[in-house]
């Protein structure tokens, strides 16, 4: 049934998680470790300083590829799941038990080639889900567990009601908190309710609107020209007005975030178009489905701490920095070939074992959740 899937939106997910790869490559460039305090810091660049450098602001706006990949990966589960009136016990216990296998197996391998690790890290290693070591995988589960009260909420709406309260809360975290984030509570479960609600909107009232290629493809380029365009002037600002704009001279990344509207209708575009792509290829659905995999896998809390910083140290004192872009585009392309590769021998592998393992526990989980629930309404 898998590989009766059409492939479109698989083939927008594989492009989400090259997305992703590429800006945690690029995050690493522009972040010094503390941990890793004796490497030269020469080797690392504030991304977040305004520049007029064309190099750095390539790679500032590759930053904005992880937030644009994030909001791509949450439209296409958001889309299903608006429809969706169950939770699977099996599948969240699957997330979990996947996670924290590659997390213990990075531990492993880091310790036994004699890496000093704090307690702190270690800890967070054996509990990477309840740490949120990903964030997108701790919050994913949340709102795939939620989900069916959110639709119970949304059905009980009509459509003026359900407009309302989009345009409202988009209003709120897609406009003030873009501008200053933080505000109204804000946070990755509230932002992304809203934007479950909006694509509710969009999937059940705006047909005519998620198939037109021609209008999604308009609003595909001026999204992405208003993004560009917004690093480009942040960086004059940073620049020219630096006596009276301070603030924006270290800011140039401040924007990298999931209240951004011109990334969210970016994804938004994108998922209209590759939802109009009819076909089927088994390849791109068997990549897609190994996609979370190769998020936990390149993007693990030791393996970015204390491995991704040493190949730009070695670049930067061995090849040097004249070709950077090129070295940043070769170590995303090795680094996603290269979780790709440990995803497929991980779901072929031990993903099969741990399968039969959620298969035998999703049922005591049940029964203990409904033993649990039937002593609540008692004291209630």
């Known amino acids: 049934m898998e590989n009766k899937r059409e492939s479109g939106i698989e083939l927008l997910k594989i492009l989400a998680i090259a997305m992703i790869v590429i800006a945690h490559v690029v995050q690493t460039l522009g972040k010094v470790e503390p941990q890793l305090s004796y490497y030269p810091t020469e080797a690392f660049i504030n991304l977040s300083k305004s520049t007029m450098n064309f190099e750095i602001f390539i790679l500032q706006n590759m930053m904005y590829l992880g937030s644009l990949g994030n909001s791509i990966f949450f439209i296409c589960s958001a889309w299903f799941l608006c429809d969706s009136k169950k939770v699977s016990f099996k599948k969240i216990a699957l997330i979990c038990l996947d996670v924290w296998i590659v997390s213990v197996l990075y531990l492993i391998i880091i310790k036994s080639i004699g890496i000093s690790i704090p307690m702190m890290m270690t800890i967070k290693s054996i509990f ?78 705006t047909p005519k609107y998620t198939t037109n290629m021609r209008l999604n493809i308009k609003l595909l380029f001026l999204a992405i020209v208003a993004n560009v365009g917004l690093i480009f002037f942040t960086n004059i600002l940073g620049i020219i007005g630096t006596p009276y704009i301070k603030t924006l001279g270290e800011q140039v990344l401040r924007w ?86 440990l995803a497929g021998l991980y779901k072929q592998t031990i993903q099969k074992v741990t399968s039969k393992f959620a298969d035998k526990i999703t049922p005591k989980l049940l029964s203990l959740f409904d033993k649990l629930e039937k002593k609540i309404i008692k004291i209630k």
Not at 267 to 293: D, G, P, Q, R, T
């Open 128 to 205: 990477p889900t309840i740490f949120a070591n990903n964030w997108y995988i701790t919050f994913y589960i949340l709102i795939y567990a939620i989900h069916p009260l959110l639709n119970s909420v949304i059905n009980q709406l009509n459509k003026n009601e359900l407009l309302r309260i989009c345009l409202v809360f988009a209003f709120l975290y897609f406009g003030i908190c873009f501008v200053k984030n933080n505000l109204f509570f804000a946070s990755q479960l509230v932002t992304y309710s809203v934007l479950y609600f909006c694509i509710a909107y969009i999937k059940r009232y």
């Open 256 to 341: 990298a975030s999931n209240y951004n509207p011109f990334l969210i209708l970016t994804a938004i575009s994108l998922f209209n178009i590759f939802k109009e792509l009819h076909f089927v290829n088994k390849n791109i659905n068997y990549i897609s489905s190994l996609s979370l995999l190769i998020y936990v896998i390149h993007e693990n809390i030791l393996f970015r701490t204390y491995v991704r910083p040493c190949v730009y140290v070695y670049i930067y004192e061995v090849l040097g920095y004249n070709f950077l872009l090129l070295w940043v585009f070769l170590f995303a392309i090795i680094l996603f070939l290269a979780s790709l590769a």
